[in-house]
């Protein structure tokens, strides 16, 4: 098993920055794709961007080239650098981790807010 523990959202202004982390523990971090989704009021969760234990993302066309997935596996850390936010990236964002077609985890979630 593994436990997600997010940070680092907040208000911020249109165009401005943010970085999430997201804290795994346990040991199954190092064999998982890690994910961050985000559900904004009245819509369905939708991941945001990806990235396998070997470092491939894949990303949301919404957020080519305003936003970054990394990953330090020696720290079981994941982050998400979101830069250019717009209103529509408002959302709690979550992260998952996904070890198995049938096994993940999420975190708690934290609030992502864009507005002026």
């Known amino acids: 098993q593994v436990r997600l523990v997010e940070s680092g959202g907040g208000l911020v202004q249109p165009g401005g920055s943010l970085r999430l982390s997201c804290a795994a523990s346990?040991?199954?971090?190092?064999?998982?794709?890690m994910g961050w989704y985000r559900q904004a009021p009245g819509k369905q969760r939708e991941l945001v961007e990806a990235?396998?234990?070997?470092?491939?993302?894949n990303y949301a066309d919404s957020v080519k080239g305003r936003f970054t997935i990394s990953r330090d596996n020696a720290k079981n850390m994941v982050y998400l650098q979101m830069n250019n936010l717009k209103p529509e990236d408002t959302a709690v964002y979550y992260c998952?981790?996904?070890?198995?077609?049938?096994?993940?985890?999420w975190g708690q979630g934290t609030q992502v807010t864009v507005s002026s």
């Open positions: 346990g040991s199954i971090f190092s064999r998982s794709t």
């Open positions: 998952n981790a996904r070890w198995s077609s049938v096994q993940d985890q």
């Open positions: 990235i396998t234990r070997g470092g491939s993302t």
